[in-house]
Each structure stands twice: as C-alpha cells, then as structure tokens.
C-alpha cells in the first residue's frame, strides 16, 4: 500500500470547496532573507484553523454509508479536522487527546460537537484509547497520518502550491507523524522531480528525524514545547508514512524553542500573521542559518493558527513563558 498522484486528484475532488484553495503569498521581509522569493502557504486560513481539514476530510467523507461513527487520537487539530468533517457528515465523532493538548484546542473541538475523552500525558495514551473505542465501539478509526486517505488529503497542498508557483525549487514542511510531509512530497516530486522537500521539526522527540536516522521507527520522550502541534511519536507499526517520508525527504533539519519563538515574532510583526509555534518551523529553519543556501523560489506551509493567545500576547511582548516545567527566557525578535 502506498499513496500515488492519482489518490491526491481523487481526494482534491472530495475536499473542494470546503477545505481547499488557500492564498500562497510571499513574505518580503523573508525573501529578502534568502534573496529569494519565499512563499507562506496560509493554512492558518482554513475554517478550523489548519490544514488537517484536508485529510480528515478525506478520511471521513469517503467512509462507506454503513459506518456509525469515527474515532481518533490528536494533538489537536487532526481532532478539530475530524470533528468538522463528521458534522458536515452527521455522523459520530469522538476525539481522544493527552492532557498536554492546550485548552484552546480542546475548546474549540467540543464547540463543532464532537465528544471529548481526555487520557493521560502522552499521545500514545490517547492513541490506545481511541483504539480501544474503535474495537468496543464499532468506530472507525482515523489516524492523524498514518492514513492513505489523510495523506492524500494533505498531498493536495503540494499540488495547489506548485500550480500557483510551478517554478518553486524546495518546499519546507513542518513535520511530526509526516502525513503532511509524505503527502506533499508525493505530489510535488511526481509533478516536479526535482523539487526539494525538507521537514523540519523540533529538537525534543523529533520522532520521523530520530527513525529515518536508525532506519525503523522508534519511540522518542514526548516533551511539552512551542510546536505542540508536532508532539507524539511516528508509531512503531508505522506502515506510510515512515517509509514515504525516508525515501522522498530530501533532508530533515532540527529547530529548538528559541528559534521557533523567533519565527513566531518575525511572522507577526513583519507578515502580521498569527500561527502556533509548529506553523513557523520553516521559517525558523531559514532564520538560524540551518538550511543550505537557495537558487530559486522557496515555499514554507503556515500550519495552522491555533494557540493559546495569553501564551502569543507574552511571546510577542517578549516576556518569559512557560512551556511544561521548563522557562524560555523573554524577548528575541530584532535581539
Ligand atoms: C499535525 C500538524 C503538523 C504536522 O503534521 P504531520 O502530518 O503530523 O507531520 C504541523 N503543524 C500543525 C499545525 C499540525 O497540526
């Protein structure tokens, strides 16, 4: 099994009008950085707020009529994806989330309907859960990305971002269980071979960086961080998007808490755009120097917007914040 160019028109069909279509625009401030055009991919701009509308979309919409309902675990936004698309469905949908998940997306899961089952510290507990729910239940369960159906979804991105700019030469990709990243290397290496993909995620329990590195999927600590959109691990039955992603990733590159901070800042005050921390990886790749340099257009996908906006008001004032047990000293942007 495996996810093909052809999956990802199949799936464009079935999100459109709901989940598609985001403007891709360029940042100034960020193109004369690279003395390129960079482009941000506003998925901040869907109606829940990230692009994980798109897979779930295309998970729920194809379920055949005979299924009662859907069940997944999620840091978050997958869950907010699921939860739309199984009321624009009318169907059942239970979200299963750790207790490191902001509130502010917990909030706006309950307010689409969904039902809520707060499990544990870690996404793994909330995956055992949800898949417990899918054996007692009769769920169907619907994983954040180790899904064909998600990662089509996903893949559309790469396909809408190379027609509005067929001449991009790499594409940074915010990366956790690499749904999003697998789907768009499918789409954009199959329309342009030799395009550059590369993931980006944060240092601490960077899971698809530490398996590509040892060859199989392993298990990494979960840590609470600015990119809590990026926590949980690959899976170690992982069967997609491992393999998708060692095979099509041109690289992956690391980003700690501070340089995710800044890019948060430059993002808001030069582009004045709110995202949450896992949105600005890119970006936050780009401004420490950690990426090789670029001879053509680069884009960078705008996750999603869904943070807590006490925690983005301090970051902005420059004061401390707290993320788990552990204080990021304040200010940064311009130093
Ligand atoms: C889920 C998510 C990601 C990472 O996507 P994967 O498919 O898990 O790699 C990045 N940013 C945001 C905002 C997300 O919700």
């Known amino acids: 099994m495996t996810v093909t160019l052809a999956d990802i028109l199949a799936a464009r069909r079935v999100i459109r009008g709901v989940a598609d279509a985001t403007p891709l625009v360029p940042s100034p401030y ?34 055949p009529e005979t299924v009662q309902g859907v069940v997944c675990c999620s840091t ?53 859960e949800s898949r417990r729910l899918c054996e007692v239940e009769g769920l169907v369960e619907i994983s ?21 700019r067929p001449d991009l030469t790499a594409i940074l990709v915010p990366l956790s269980g690499g749904g999003l990243a697998a789907g768009i290397a499918v789409a954009a290496k199959a329309i342009n071979p030799g395009i550059r993909i590369i993931g980006i995620t944060m240092e601490e329990g960077a899971a698809m960086y530490r398996s590509i590195r040892v060859g199989h999927p392993v298990e990494v600590a979960e840590v609470a961080s600015l990119a809590d959109s990026l926590g949980g691990g690959i899976g170690l039955a992982n069967r997609l998007t491992f393999p998708i992603c060692r095979d099509l990733l041109d690289d992956v590159v690391l980003v700690n808490e501070d340089e995710i901070r800044h890019a948060m800042q430059v993002l808001f005050f030069e582009d004045r755009i709110v995202a949450e921390g896992a949105s600005v990886v890119g970006l936050a790749a780009t401004l420490a120097g950690k990426l090789p340099g670029f001879d053509g257009p680069v884009g960078t996908v705008i996750t999603g917007r869904n943070l807590d906006m006490a925690i983005f008001n301090r970051i902005m004032a420059g004061e401390d914040v707290q993320i788990g047990t552990y204080t990021l000293k304040g200010k940064t942007y311009g130093a």
Do not use: W
Request: proline letters at 4%.
């Open 30 to 63: 960020m193109s004369k950085v690279i003395g390129q055009d960079f482009l941000l991919k506003l998925e901040n701009m869907q109606p829940i707020g990230a692009f994980k509308l798109r897979g779930a979309m295309n998970a729920v919409m194809t379920q």
């Open 76 to 128: 978050g936004n997958h869950g907010r994806g699921v939860a739309y698309a199984a009321a624009l469905r009318g169907m059942r949908a239970v979200i299963c989330m750790s207790n490191l998940v902001p509130q502010a997306k917990i909030d706006g899961i309950r307010a689409l309907g969904a039902e809520v089952r707060i499990i544990g510290t870690t996404q793994d507990e909330a995956m055992h």
């Open 144 to 164: 954040p990305f180790d899904d064909p159906a998600v990662i089509s979804g996903q893949g559309t991105i790469g396909l809408e971002m190379l027609e509005q």
